[in-house]
């Protein structure tokens, strides 16, 4: 494959068929299958030239996807400026999907399904109606999870006043009528959080991951391992994992084998136009574990045939590596260097740094 073929079919990093692809939504496993959705504009390799679907596809193995049908298509009285971004969870061997309903303001609403495949709207949306006293408008993303037998809602917002980032927790029995309970973490000088996910991890604690908006500069995602109690989370352990250039709004699931997989969405907004058609797709799932007090993420098993020592377009320097890009800047790595993966795939690749404490996913 020519890698500067933007347009080219890739191997390995699900990419839709045709049509705008951003934010992973819904990562799950259910019924034999891992299941993936996604932010989509089916007509339109722009976004915002129609409301955002969820795009659906599925895989047993993340090395053969099956492209199908569109999950959540916009259009009722609560969700008509699009169906944003979102969760998926497995209650009682039916699937549900959480999502930000969008009109004029931003509500949690709910599709269920039996096989996976076609999907109801819940006939009482939206199950949260609108945001307490302690978020803002900038109200999105739900994140529901089952931590020690009790579901939970985490929902990424503001507060205009205060200036702060923050999550906000919600729980249930049912999963369709929601207790508000309160900040479950907070980041200061903050517009705003996006993109939450969280997960049972290794020794009773709990691993979350948040993209975080700040006032004055860029946004950046985060991993944390941590204690979760009374509602509130505790990070012990902190990182910035993937450095970029091209990556964000990572969501990360626990899977049937006990594992935590993350997957992003490569390679960004900024290159909307870039080429003839949307050149968005995702990562390769990484497992993420605490290894001797780090947070490292790390290929999963299934593709660690498809790792290689080395690539043509990363150079290896004193000090690090350089990836060359075409056109543009490079992306480059000073530090320690004991171990070096890396996955290519035509246009993309994924590098991983000493068993995957740091990785840099870039577009060629």
Not at 206 to 229: I, R, T, W
Not at 312 to 335: L, M, W
């Amino acid at each position: 494959m020519n890698p500067n073929d933007y347009t080219a079919e890739l191997k390995y990093h699900f990419r839709t068929k045709k049509g705008w692809i951003n934010d992973p939504n819904g990562l799950v496993y259910f019924k034999g299958y891992y299941h993936i959705f996604y932010q989509h504009a089916p007509d339109h390799e722009i976004p915002w030239k129609q409301p955002m679907h969820w795009g659906h596809a599925r895989t047993k193995d993340f090395l053969e996807w099956e492209e199908l049908p569109i999950a959540l298509t916009p259009g009722d009285k609560y969700d008509g400026g699009g169906c944003w971004s979102g969760t998926a969870i497995v209650k009682d061997d039916k699937l549900y999907l959480f999502y930000a309903a969008i009109t004029a303001v931003s509500t949690v609403a709910v599709a269920v399904s039996d096989d996976g495949i076609h999907f109801e709207k819940y006939s009482q949306n939206p199950v949260i109606d609108r945001y307490p006293s302690d978020g803002g408008p900038d109200f999105r993303d739900p994140a529901v999870c089952c931590i020690g037998g009790e579901y939970y809602c985490i929902v990424a917002s503001g507060n205009p006043e205060k200036k702060s980032g923050n999550l906000l927790l919600y729980k249930s029995e049912s999963l369709l009528d929601w207790e508000y309970i309160g900040i479950m973490r907070e980041w200061e000088s903050c517009k705003y959080t996006e993109c939450p996910s969280f997960a049972d991890a290794e020794n009773g604690k709990c691993m979350l991951a948040v993209s975080v908006c700040p006032l004055e500069s860029e946004h950046y995602f985060q991993l944390m391992y941590g204690s979760f109690k009374d509602g509130r989370f505790s990070a012990e352990v902190v990182s910035e994992i993937d450095k970029g250039p091209d990556q964000y709004a990572g969501q990360m699931f626990r899977d049937h084998l006990g594992r935590n997989l993350l997957i992003t969405w490569i390679p960004g907004w900024k290159y909307a136009g870039f080429a003839e058609r949307n050149i968005g797709c995702m990562s390769v799932p990484r497992e993420i574990r605490l290894n001797d007090g780090k947070i490292t993420a790390f290929p999963i098993k299934e593709l660690h045939h498809l790792l290689k020592d080395s690539d043509p377009a990363v150079k290896r320097t004193e000090n690090g590596f350089v990836i060359k890009r075409d056109g543009r800047e490079s992306v480059v790595y000073n530090g320690e260097l004991n171990d070096l993966k890396i996955i290519r795939d035509g246009c993309i690749i994924e590098v991983f740094v000493n068993g995957g404490e740091s990785v840099y996913s870039a577009l060629l």
